[in-house]
């Protein structure tokens, strides 16, 4: 067997061969035995899942009645025949992908599917999110601080006796579908981190006509694209709505103005000096204290963004804690930069109670959409699950529930490509892909394919790609399955599906030619290669033709040496030096010229590209080709035993 | 690994997928808005700057006159963004100060320190036209056959007076009187600036006597040929022969002409080519655009307003894809001309190049 290093030839995998061997010719979009026997959430019958005498396990992925007979923690990805996918021929995820998940290797097998104590209630999240994202454990439903050991942080009555807050213009304005936005006009308190936000019911009081607090608000911050937004929703709401006249109010006379307008391009060090100059001009005169605490609050602001920026984390919260009006949800970007100043200063628990005061208090979407992502590069996945049921609506928590991920997702494509080495905990996988279960997300399911080849966990990233595949038509999934198959030695089937989906991406096409020559020119511990049909071959030679690829040409020549067919051969060496000149393309123009004894040939090939190919050097005129002269250099592939001196070109035109 | 080559491309491609899959806020400097957003916005701070409570547009850069331009700027934008209140009062203080001509044209002069404030009954035809353009936007938004008819006035009102046929096909004139054959020294003159392209372009067909479209055409013949020698035009223009600068006028691309090119990124149709002409000329002086001495071949100095920046934007986001700058997306109103070039080229972006202000439109 040519296998050495993957030891486990899962039960899984064999299926995959019987499968294919079953149905050799498989439509697009991967239907193999079961037609409709599966559909979304119904339960699989166990006998689907047998199949040649196999044993699999069976787990039905959508009912969650029966998620006490799924192994723990392993269970198939199963994405239903929906959606994109129900444009292909019905696929039969739920059967195919719970053979995959029978007890091999990893245990990062796809765990799709219900199969803990709360599957009920994931199922009923998932619906009433739309089908999407299982809600992972989630703290306190009262978002208590995770990070604070005694916990205090009972939701607060509205404070009382507070300090006057210049900012109670901005208000959530009143159309915000957002439940657990109050209408806090408090200020995030810094210096006492462990009460938690005001939660005030949203107030429900009666408004007669537009509310044009939020819309004062941005008017007095000069905040001009906001004005803009809060009057085109105004006017949705009261189509008859004018904008008042009064908006920019002439407070602080005509000198003011001048410096509003540096207020409003933020040269806050400009308005200090002309304040300075008109005060010497006019001791009488003072700029309105409208100016002054907003000029304040803007050169915070900028020390704030400047220290961060330096990353001067601690000086970011000092600055934050001398200025309590600064925290509110109109300078999100400063809430933003102090809470990781706390999370840099291993302030979690203050970071956490600022992130929930943002969630509990903001109304904008994006924004808390973009909090939720930052705290998600940030806090650890505590405080992430705490911060989970602070969601305004089913649209959001499908969102918190996937971001929740962002930094999973960032470390295993770090896993994934090389950049790192550190594989990731079975607690954090088993959450993510019971997410990918509810999410459906192809790109996720994608990751965690790559992320199990790049560990070489070669059948389970066929089963994450396959599902990936079978909900979305990028090609990418597509050529991880085909990849994760050859890594198993099942090279006919990642032959067979390379050559019919090779034109939807030109990545598969390459594969599928590196596939095909590498059986062409690889020997087993007997010095055979494994024989092309007569079908396969011409089927290569279009191809390759097709895509003028000088490697599967030398591959092909390569095989016709081997055949005795040395003017075949010569004709694909030919070609493969035409489209690009290459070591191996090269030394195979050699080997047939001496083959042919044609010296002159030979000397020609040697002057014109030993230079260039340094190989050629060591090519004897005089002698006839010998393998001993070219295996130099053992392949890289320490699955493959011998290579055939050949080989080592070609091993090195695919990792070079 | 196995298959290095091929596994490190899709580990690539797959990380960029990644990234772009997150479910993360838009790139947007300001998130959940609109490039429309910016315009109303503006204009609210505009209006608060340069409007009087009685309709009236404030020139500040001219000792606090009015004129009839800056009326129809005003009505125009008030009309864009959908401020009827100002609309019609602006519309009340035209008509009543400044249509006391006898035919339906504009004086186009107000002057609160004089007495009468109208000393010149002349009319100034971008003045009338921009009105125009102004009520036939009002007429579209508001459903007001009112205001379409006075639309219509004003357009046959001007091809009664200020149309006129030259060697070049019919021009339109900058006023009724002055500026004909005989009238100058090299008459006709015209100023290209006041051939406001995508008001004629949308005022087509509203009147039978206007001719909006030849206009269209002739104007950019004209451009043309000036390209073809001295590249940008100048403010004034004289036709008697080929076209040429103006003899009584400075042979200056100046604050006149500074509209041409807004003009002619707003207009719906193919203006690239003569746009680059002033891409290329700016790009010598950091994008910025300048007053610039035809005659001399010089610049003169430039004009850094952030009115004329946000033009120049505009014409590198017609010609590319060049972003509105961020120094940009904050009106900072100085004086009622370039202020207003500003707002109007909001204007220009949000109604043809909202991706070029934000990421989602």
């Not at chain 1, 790109?443 to 560990?455: K, P, Q």
């Not at chain 2, 004289?238 to 509209?259: D, V």
């Not at chain 2, 002033?278 to 430039?302: E, T």
Request: glycine fraction near 6%; charge should be negative; hydrophobic fraction near 40%.
């Amino acid at each position: 067997m040519r296998s050495q290093r993957i030891v486990i030839l899962s039960s899984s995998v064999a299926l995959g061969v019987t499968l294919a061997n079953a149905n050799p010719v498989q439509a697009p979009g991967w239907t193999p035995l079961i037609t409709d026997s599966v559909i979304a959430g119904e339960q699989l019958s166990p006998a689907t899942s047998q199949s040649g005498g196999l044993t699999t396990v069976g787990v039905p992925v959508w009912a969650p009645a029966v998620a006490d007979s799924a192994p723990a923690g392993i269970q198939a990805p199963s994405f239903p025949a929906s959606g994109e996918a129900q444009s292909a021929p019905a696929p039969s995820p739920a059967d195919d992908w719970n053979r995959m998940a029978d007890a091999v290797s990893t245990g990062y097998v796809p765990s799709f599917g219900p199969s803990s104590d709360n599957a009920a209630d994931v199922s009923t999240v998932a619906a009433a999110a739309g089908g999407a994202g299982a809600q992972p454990q989630a703290g306190d439903p009262n978002g208590a601080n995770p990070f604070v050991d005694q916990v205090v942080s009972q939701p607060a009555p509205a404070l009382s006796g507070s300090t006057a807050n210049p900012f109670q213009l901005q208000a959530a304005p009143e159309a915000q579908p957002s439940p657990p936005v109050s209408t806090s006009t408090q200020p995030f308190d810094l210096g006492s981190a462990e009460t938690a936000p005001a939660q005030t019911p949203a107030n429900a009081d009666a408004q007669q006509g537009p509310d044009l607090r939020a819309l004062r608000y941005y008017a007095s911050q000069r905040n001009l694209v906001r004005v803009g937004a809060e009057i085109r929703r105004l006017k949705a709401l009261y189509p008859t709505w004018q904008v008042p006249d009064d908006l920019f109010s002439p407070v602080g006379g005509v000198e003011e103005q001048v410096l509003w307008n540096l207020y409003a391009v933020g040269n806050y060090g400009e308005i200090r000096r002309r304040i300075a100059t008109m005060q010497a001009a006019n001791p009488q005169w003072r700029p309105s204290s409208d100016l002054l605490s907003k000029l304040g609050l803007g050169e915070t602001r900028g020390r704030i963004i400047a220290a961060s920026n330096a990353g001067s984390w601690s000086q970011v919260v000092s600055y934050a804690a001398t200025s309590k009006d600064l925290l509110v949800c109109a300078n999100m970007d400063s809430l933003w930069r102090v809470a990781e100043a706390l999370v840099k200063t291993s302030k979690l628990a203050e970071a956490f109670d600022l992130y929930r005061y943002i969630l509990s208090t903001c109304a904008d979407p994006h924004e808390r959409l973009a909090t939720f992502q930052k705290a998600s590069l940030l806090l650890p996945s505590k405080g992430m699950d705490a911060l989970l049921p602070f969601a305004a609506s089913v649209d959001e928590q499908t969102s918190f529930a996937s971001i929740r991920f962002d930094q999973l997702r960032g470390r295993m494509g770090a896993v994934a490509s090389g950049e790192e080495q550190a594989e990731i905990g079975e607690d954090e996988l088993t959450q993510f892909a019971r997410f990918i279960d509810g999410s459906k997300s192809a790109a996720d399911a994608t990751l965690f394919g790559w992320y199990l080849y790049r560990l070489e966990y070669f059948e389970d990233s066929a089963a994450w790609f396959k599902a990936a595949s079978q909900v979305s038509k990028d090609p990418k999934p597509l050529e991880g399955y085909i990849l994760s198959l050859r890594n198993l030695d099942q090279a006919d089937k990642a032959q067979e599906i390379a050559f019919k989906d090779r034109n939807k991406s030109p990545e598969i096409a390459k594969i599928y030619i590196e596939i095909v020559a590498e059986q062409l020119t690889e020997e087993d511990r007997d010095g055979k290669t494994k024989p092309l049909t007569a079908e396969q071959l011409k089927q290569y030679e279009e191809a390759v033709d097709d895509i003028e690829s000088p490697l599967g040409a030398q591959a092909i020549g390569w095989h016709y040496i081997d055949a005795k067919e040395l003017a075949t051969a010569q004709e694909w060496f030919d070609k493969s030096v035409k489209w690009e000149p290459t070591e191996g393309g090269v030394v195979g123009q050699a080997v047939v010229a001496a083959r042919y004894k044609r010296m002159a040939d030979l000397q020609r090939i040697k002057s014109t590209y030993q230079d260039e190919f340094p190989a050629l050097k060591n090519f004897k005129v005089w002698k006839a080709y010998s393998k001993a002269n070219y295996n130099k250099k053992s392949s890289k592939r320490t699955k493959k035993v011998a290579a055939k001196p050949k080989k080592s070109f070609l091993a090195k035109l695919f990792d070079s | 690994m196995r298959q290095l080559l091929p596994s490190l491309m899709v580990a690539l491609a797959m990380l960029a997928a990644v990234q772009s899959s997150a479910a993360g806020p838009p790139v947007l400097a300001e998130p959940g808005v609109v490039a429309d957003d910016y315009v109303v916005g503006s204009w609210e701070l505009y209006r608060h700057r340069f409007l009087t409570k009685d309709g009236r547009v404030v020139d500040d850069d001219s000792g606090s006159v009015s004129h009839s331009e800056g009326q129809g700027y005003g009505m125009l934008i008030a009309a864009t963004v959908g401020d009827r209140d100002s609309f019609d009062r602006m519309l009340a203080w035209t008509e009543r100060e400044l249509f006391i001509r006898a035919d339906r044209l504009a004086a186009w002069r107000w002057d609160p320190a004089a007495s009468p404030h109208v000393l010149d009954k002349n009319n100034a035809t971008d003045g009338d036209l921009l009105i125009a353009w102004a009520l036939q936007r009002a007429s579209k938004r508001w459903d007001s056959e009112e205001y379409r008819q006075k639309s219509v006035a004003i357009l046959d009102a001007l091809a009664d007076t200020a149309i006129v046929d030259s060697p070049y096909g019919k021009v339109l004139l900058p006023g009724a009187e002055g500026f004909r054959e005989g009238e100058q020294p090299d008459g006709p003159v015209v100023n290209l600036s006041y051939w406001v392209f995508p008001a004629l372009q949308e005022l087509e067909g509203l009147s039978q006597k206007f001719p909006a479209e030849e206009l269209v055409r002739n104007g950019m013949s004209l451009l043309e040929m000036l390209d073809g020698s001295d590249g940008m035009p100048t403010d004034w223009t004289s036709l008697a022969g080929a076209p040429r600068p103006a003899r009584k006028f400075p042979a200056q691309f100046g604050y006149n002409a500074i509209r041409v090119p807004l003009y002619l990124a707003w207009f719906r149709g193919n203006t690239e080519r003569l746009l680059e002409t002033y891409r290329y000329s700016w790009a010598g002086n950091a994008n910025v655009p300048a007053v610039f001495d035809i005659a001399a071949g010089a610049q003169l100095h430039s004009l850094s307003d952030q009115g004329y920046l946000t033009i120049s934007d505009l014409v590198a986001c017609k010609l590319g894809s060049h972003a509105l700058a961020d120094q940009n997306r904050v009106f900072a109103p100085t004086t009622y001309y370039p202020s207003t070039l500003y707002i109007l080229s909001l204007i220009a972006f949000a109604e043809r190049y909202p991706k070029c202000v934000v990421s989602e439109s």
